[in-house]
Structures are given as structure tokens and as C-alpha cells.
């Protein structure tokens, strides 16, 4: 085992801290090929799916990523932006903005950074980054607010992957999840009420979370009762009715059952049951994304106006919002707890130094006695 090659350790080095947004990652454009070599990382991680790798080569090689990688393709282009990906865009918007608010908190000696499980920026060469910055304390904050080890499990992982081959690993934190947490709960009371403040209020409120395979719950998965537990705050948050609203679960990937009802046919049945209008709101993705901008605003939207529903309104996602910003910075700076983020540098050196003399002072006592 090699480990990578990094400067002699000086004297009195002061580190810094670090908080990084992780997001799932997305293809650098809305090509075949982009999305070919995006998916072929994506789908090539074992927490994603956990079919025996030989089996599981033959399939994305010869049928996922030929056949899925042009269609994936065609959708992203109907979502794409001239700054780019919208799940990059929001995710780099909610780093930009999540330093001011924790600076606004008092947090002077800090920084924030982006980083994606897949595509770019990728995680391995923002944590190079910091390092090389002199970051010795990194926390990793996850974008999701539920936990499932297909997507949180799987930034741990790459994390753990990439100190592995680093000699002085800095001081790690973990966020796991926030899906009860308070100030996100807030934030999306408040983006709904907003909605409805604007448009009036539905018949019914779908809450769509994105969908995993069944049998990671059977297999002890938490991710599907954290999702009702946030669902179940939100709609007490909102005083709704247990008929006022639904949960469901989206963007089904192969044959295997996932978690149930899913979000198109439940929608396209409360159409036909005579629902006229539906909000439908995707507490689980805190950034807009190929997933609620196509696939809810756009096909699932078909699909309930199809079967002759009259009123589809999409309520986005919390992207940078002032509300959700505020409710991320109180969640780092809980993990943060005791890391020296509020003193400027110097501040730190003088500390470090008072704290080295002390040490000498008690090793000489401790030699004299
Ligand atoms: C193959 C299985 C998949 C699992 C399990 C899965 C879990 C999962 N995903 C998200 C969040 C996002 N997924 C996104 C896109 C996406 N997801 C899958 C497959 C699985 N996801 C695929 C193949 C894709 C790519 C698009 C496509 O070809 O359909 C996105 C959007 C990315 C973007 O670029 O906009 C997000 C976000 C969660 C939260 C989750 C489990 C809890
Ligand atoms: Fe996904
Ligand atoms: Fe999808």
C-alpha cells in the first residue's frame, strides 16, 4: 500500500475547517456520451445496485448503458440551463449561500464547499482541495435528508475510499440525516404555504420521495420510515388531514418491486377517481433536478392531465431559499460543535500556542516531582 505523497509536517501548521455539500452528481452536458460515462459511474456503484458484478457487467454494458444513455439524454436536455445541470446549479447556489449564513452565525474561519458522488466536482479532488489548503477538520453534509445507503452509505464510502490512501487524515463528521429536523420541516411548511398563498390550496397533496428497492427495507434499510416520518411532520406541520395527502415513491429503475405506490399510477388513478387538482411536492430532493423537473413536472404531469385531471401544480424544491439556507446552517454548525470556526487565524495560533506552553509547563512539573 502506497500512500499519496504530501509535504513534511511543520511546526504550528493552524488547520481549518471545512464543510462539504455532497450531491448525487450529474453529466457534465446533455449528450449520450456524458450521460453514458455518468451513468456507467452511478450505476457501476455496488450501494446502488447490488446485483453479483459479473452478472450485473454483462447487463450495463450490453443493454443499461447503450439503450438508457440517449434517452437519459433527451430528458436532460429538456431540463438543462445555461449556467448547466439544474441539480449542479442549485447544489453550487446552496454552497454559496450556505458560507454567508453560517458567517452571518458567527463562523468567520470557515469554508464551504461543493463536491458530487459521481461526475464533477468530484468528491476525491475537493477533499484533495482542502486538504492541500490546509483543512484539517472536514465536515461531509450530505444533500439527502433521508439516509439510505444507496446514496449516503454511498458518499461515506467514497469518503473512507479516499483517505485511504492518505497518510494525515484530517479530523472527520459525518452528517447522517435530517429528516426530521426541525428547520427543514419549517422550510418546506413554508414553501407550500407560500404556494398556496399564490395559487389556493389542492384537493390533494402528493409528497413524492424518490424510490429505492424494496428489499433494502427487509434488509434494514431506514430510508423508507425516515420518509414517512418527514411526510408525517410536514403534514402536521401543515395541519392536513390524512385524506388531504399521499405519499408516494418515483423514478422505479428496472424490473424488481420498489417501495410502493408509486408516484405515476397513483397519480394517474386519482385522476380517474376524479381529483381535479394535485400539488405534488418532492420533499426528499432538496435540489430541483432531472427527477422532479422532467419526470414530476413534466411526465407525471401528462399522465394526471391524461387521465383527465385538471390542475397539476409542481411546488419546487427548497434549492436556495432563504428559509431551507438557514435551517442547513444550523445543521452544520450542530456538527461543528467545539471545531474553532469562529476565531480568525491568528486568534487560532495564539490559542495553540498558549495551549503548547501550558503542556511544557506540565511535562517540566511532571519531570521536577
Ligand atoms: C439504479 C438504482 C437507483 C437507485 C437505488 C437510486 C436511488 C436514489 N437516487 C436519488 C436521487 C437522484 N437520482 C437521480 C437520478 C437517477 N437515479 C437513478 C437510479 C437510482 N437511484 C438513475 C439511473 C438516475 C439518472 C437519470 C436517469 O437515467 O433516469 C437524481 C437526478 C440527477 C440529475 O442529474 O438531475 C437524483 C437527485 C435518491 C435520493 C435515491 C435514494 C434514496
Ligand atoms: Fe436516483
Ligand atoms: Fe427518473
Redesign the pocket.
Given at each position: 500500500m502506497t500512500f499519496k505523497k504530501e509535504p513534511p509536517y511543520k511546526h504550528g501548521t493552524v488547520g481549518r475547517t471545512a464543510v462539504v455539500l455532497v450531491?448525487?452528481?450529474?453529466?457534465d452536458a446533455p449528450t449520450t456520451s456524458a450521460?453514458r460515462r455518468y451513468?456507467r459511474e452511478?450505476?457501476s456503484d455496488r450501494r446502488?445496485?447490488e446485483v453479483p458484478r459479473a452478472v450485473w457487467w454483462f447487463i450495463l454494458n450490453l443493454i443499461i448503458l447503450p439503450f438508457?444513455s440517449s434517452q437519459?439524454a433527451k430528458?436532460?436536455a429538456t431540463i438543462w440551463t445555461a449556467e448547466g445541470?439544474?441539480?449542479k446549479v442549485n447544489t453550487d447556489a446552496q454552497a454559496g449561500k450556505l458560507i454567508g449564513a453560517l458567517e452571518d452565525r458567527g463562523h468567520q474561519d470557515l469554508t464551504v464547499a461543493m463536491a458530487m458522488r459521481y461526475g464533477s466536482p468530484s468528491l476525491p479532488d475537493v477533499l484533495d482541495k482542502l486538504k492541500a489548503d490546509g483543512h484539517d477538520r472536514i465536515l461531509v453534509l450530505p444533500a439527502?435528508p433521508?439516509y439510505?445507503g444507496?446514496?449516503t452509505g454511498s458518499i461515506y464510502d467514497a469518503v473512507f475510499k479516499h483517505y485511504g490512501s492518505v497518510r494525515n487524515i484530517p479530523e472527520l463528521r459525518f452528517v447522517r440525516n435530517y429528516h426530521d429536523d426541525e428547520g427543514y420541516i419549517h422550510a418546506l411548511r413554508d414553501s407550500v404555504l407560500a404556494h398556496w398563498d399564490q395559487h389556493g390550496r389542492p384537493e390533494k397533496l402528493v409528497l413524492s420521495?424518490?424510490?429505492?428497492?424494496k428489499r433494502t427495507l427487509m434488509l434494514g434499510d431506514p430510508?423508507h420510515c425516515e420518509c414517512l416520518k418527514t411526510a408525517r411532520l410536514l403534514a402536521t406541520a401543515l395541519r392536513l388531514k390524512p385524506e388531504q395527502y399521499i405519499v408516494t415513491f418515483q423514478?422505479r429503475?428496472?424490473k424488481a418491486e420498489w417501495l410502493q405506490p408509486y408516484t405515476a399510477p397513483t397519480v394517474a388513478q386519482l385522476a380517474r377517481d376524479g381529483v381535479r387538482r394535485i400539488d405534488v411536492l418532492c420533499p426528499?430532493?432538496t435540489?430541483d433536478?432531472?427527477?422532479t423537473l422532467e419526470e414530476i413536472s413534466m411526465e407525471v404531469r401528462h399522465d394526471f392531465e391524461q387521465n383527465g385531471g385538471r390542475e397539476f401544480h409542481y411546488i419546487p424544491c427548497l434549492n436556495d431559499s432563504r428559509k431551507w439556507i438557514s435551517a442547513l446552517a444550523e445543521i452544520a454548525e450542530h456538527h461543528m460543535i467545539g471545531w474553532p470556526t469562529q476565531a480568525g487565524p491568528s486568534e487560532h495560533e495564539a490559542r495553540r500556542k498558549d495551549a503548547e506552553v501550558g503542556r511544557a509547563a506540565a511535562l517540566a512539573r511532571g519531570a521536577a516531582d
Open positions: 450531491n448525487l452528481g450529474t453529466p450521460v451513468l452511478f450505476l446502488v445496485v438508457r437519459s430528458k436532460y445541470s439544474p441539480l439527502y433521508q439510505s444507496t446514496t420521495f424518490h424510490g429505492v428497492p430510508y423514478s429503475f428496472g426528499g430532493f435540489s433536478c432531472l427527477e
